[in-house]
């Protein structure tokens, strides 16, 4: 009940954001000189995280990817409202065979140093991506590609080894799918790998102006972009890790936008006089992950009590208040495979008790504090309502970087908490936590990865989702995943500012709007 | 080093301005022993369970009356009442401090009595050694080997005590060199006394009034060291609340809910001054120079 409304009321908010949208492109065609006014705005922005690198090829990293959208493009971008894939740099596309793929680009887009986009920074751009020497996060997601054929200065084709009914998703720039950014060909062929990071050159809404590694980096607005020009003239990204001097640097000015609003401050924004509250629902989708690889949770009756023991809809309604909803399957609720028959683990401690037959179970595990929202505290409220049924926790905060480093090699403890951005909205992501060959992945059961197979090659769109359905049944009644939840993305924005947070945890700063100086 | 410019520096004034005042001394001596009480007695004292949470019942300020009855303290953000909490943590404050310093203080008499008596090379790897020591950042330090390591009791134990040895070891070695110079030290080697003898009956009491003042001052050092390794998230591991982690734990709530901070700020606050003013009582009343004053 309470999660239709919720869905409800994004969808209200995301149909009026489209409005809003289409609502000063054409004021800004129709009163040119007016939108001008706002031109010279220049907006600060506080980041929780650094940025470390700005080669599209060579980074998947939050903080990097929201630069790397303002200053590269891709060749299709998600429609936020319908979810479905729209044109970008490619002006159409075209599925000519069930293993071949035809872009038509854009023939008024140009690089940010003048020079025309052409079909051959296209296939330059998908192929340094395959280079094995350049090792891209990305690879894995593209690697069903076989070819990628110029055909003429804008007519691309794509050959892929099997057919991939993803391909088109991994186009586009939002979630983990793919990111292929478009790059020039010129300019990455003559440079080394530290002259193209240090000084990006894309083809986007804004250009680098200037980057103190470290400290902050200043996003400045391309003149001669291709699609309607951004509002704010200059981005300056700084990064405050500390939630409370983010929050307070909001408060006092000093900056106009931060991300990450910790659940305590949120009220203190909405009562401030120049501050508001702008949240997306669709934020990252946490799992409270099982290894079932390894004893004790490679015994199903064990992980049914494990889950039996929680009353994660408590949790998340005192915690998250509005800002979070617990869902039934790990998917987000805008991906359209969602099996909507299935409900959410109940609460049953007797059930949990007569599994544990009086056993203890001693855990060790870690949690990571402030890398997602309340993470600590959504942690330490699972391990008080564990504890009543004969798992004793011990727990360790444990500094970011060095948890999912522990996960990629598996010594992250029987159970942890990750957070999933399905910006793609596509049932695919959950390979990344389920399928046996995942860093990530915390199962191996070769059912799953036997239908997660056939799907990813299964071109009918009604059969490939009746396959995630059959694959998300099989992982609920398997007690895979002990919870799931979604916490909303809430940033803090000036209020002089305007910006509606559809895609999540992607800030996306060619979307904000200057509506006072 | 922290200790000097933290705890030594703004408090010593302080302890000279207070140490006079009886009312001061009883109230340090009050908190210490409350303190005590609340370290040997734990859970039988507190009013509530101290791990258990209420989430309805989460971030109630202090005086309110919740589901389970009143809140003096408060509760924190996971609805547990912060009373219980503070009572709890004074157990692993206040005994992993006084074992490091223990282990500090043993291990400072050897080096510097061994040092100090024999002198020669002995002495200037001594003094070398701890001159590296205290120019390294000890938190820096234990931050790095608790991190790599990984936290236990032991090893919290022995980080802290690596970074206390070093002021009992120089306090002994100089006040050895002095000793053995003196002319009964002499006596007894005209008298072929053995070198333990000198050590054990001669030389080990003289110095010892000298670190037990030196102890109190490293116990409310060893406290701050502690509660920050908690602070960091580097502390004892435990699932029952430390102040240091209380303190980490609350800094989220320092704008919306004072209590979470302020309160188990206060109590390492109270406990290190009162640990200092009763040490600053031991100092005037074992150093018969400054009886005589």
New interface residues.
Partial sequence: MKMSALSAATKSLEASARWCRNGLIISALLAGPAAHAASDAQVRIALSGGIDLLDPSRTANGPDVAIMTQIYETLLVLDKKTGELKPHLAKSFELKEPTLWEFKLRDDVKFHDGTPLTAADVKYSLERLLTPAINSPHYSQIASISEVKVVDDHTVQIRTKTPDPLLGRRMQPIGGSGRVFIVPKHYFETHSNQEVNDKPIGTGPYKLAEWRKGTSLTLERNPDYWGPAPDVARGRYTFIPENSTRVNALLQGDVDIIQRVPMSDVERIEKADNAKIVASMNGLVQTLLLDSRKPPFNDLRTRQAFVASLDINNIVTHLLGKYGRVLAVPLAPNVVQVDQSIQPYRPDRKLAKQLMDGKNIALNTYTSDGRYVADRDIYQAINAQLGSTGFKITPQVMEWGRLIGMMQSRSAGPFYIIGWDFGEGDASKMNSFLNSNSALSVTADPEYDKLAQEASAEMDEAKRTELWKQAQKLVHDKYYIAAVWQAASVYGFSKKLQWEALDGDNFDLATVKVIQK | MMKNTMTMGPLHGMRRALAGQPVIIVAAALFMALVLAAAIAGEAMTPYDP???D??A?LLPPGAIGPEGRYWLGTE??GRDVLSMLIVGARPALFVSVVAVFLAAAVGICAGVCAGYRGGRLADALLYLSNIQLSFPFFLLAITIVGILR?SVPLVIGVIALGSWVPFARVTYSDTTQIKGLEYVEAVHVMRGTTLRVLARHILPNVLPNVLVLATFALGTAIVMESGLSFV?LGV?T?TPTWGRMLS?G???????WWLTVLPGGCIFLLVLSINVLGEQLRDYSDPKLNRD
């Avoid at chain 2, 800094?251 to 809910?257: E, G, H, I, L, N």
């Fill in positions: 791990t258990y949470q989430l309805g989460r953000a996971l936290p998230g591991p699932d734990e800094r989220d709530y320092m704008q919306t809910a």
